[in-house]
């Protein structure tokens, strides 16, 4: 599945994390904050993905108008279009400019599951899940990169 922005897959061993880092993307203001959400607001426990994932699959095809999401690392909302991911610390007061980072939430839910299909790889390969998991959440997430692609290009015709 291709993913419109760069980005470097960091495997942190300590913590047994999948990290998508996106230093290198300057077409995006403040892209670095794409992958603030993964692993903290954005679970990967396959439980609460499957309902965020769900939740996004239903947005980009019109059945809501738009989802939320917040926690520890980011504020997220998305639109069908769009997805804007803002900093819940930003302070008018201290900082110069409000950290925020727009993009397609097409792409965005690409992101999502490319960085679980990674995560669900590398925690089998370390022994922190079991592999009979880790192969049917892969093989869940893949079919919905099929979808998500599905979705892209009906909404492109």
């Given at each position: ?74 504020s997220v909302i998305s639109h069908k279009d769009y997805t804007i ?15 925020i980072c727009k993009l397609e939430t097409v792409e965005f839910v ?48």
């Amino acid at each position: 599945m291709k993913i419109k922005y760069n980005y470097k897959l960091k495997y942190m061993d300590e913590f047994n994390m999948v990290v998508m880092d996106f230093d290198e993307e300057k077409s995006l203001e403040f892209a670095t904050m794409i992958s603030d959400p993964l692993g903290s607001d954005i679970p990967w426990r396959f439980e609460d993905l499957r309902k965020d994932i769900e939740n996004y699959f239903d947005l980009l095809r019109g059945g809501i108008p738009e989802y939320r999401h917040g926690g520890n690392a980011s504020s997220v909302i998305s639109h069908k279009d769009y997805t804007i991911i803002e900093d819940p610390f930003y302070d008018e007061e201290e900082d110069e400019i409000e950290p925020i980072c727009k993009l397609e939430t097409v792409e965005f839910v690409k992101i999502i599951l490319l960085w679980a299909y990674e995560t669900y790889k590398f925690k089998s390969k370390k022994g922190v899940i079991a592999l009979k998991e880790a192969e049917m959440v892969m093989k869940w997430v893949e079919q919905k990169m099929l979808e998500v692609e599905s979705i892209e290009n009906e909404s492109i015709q």
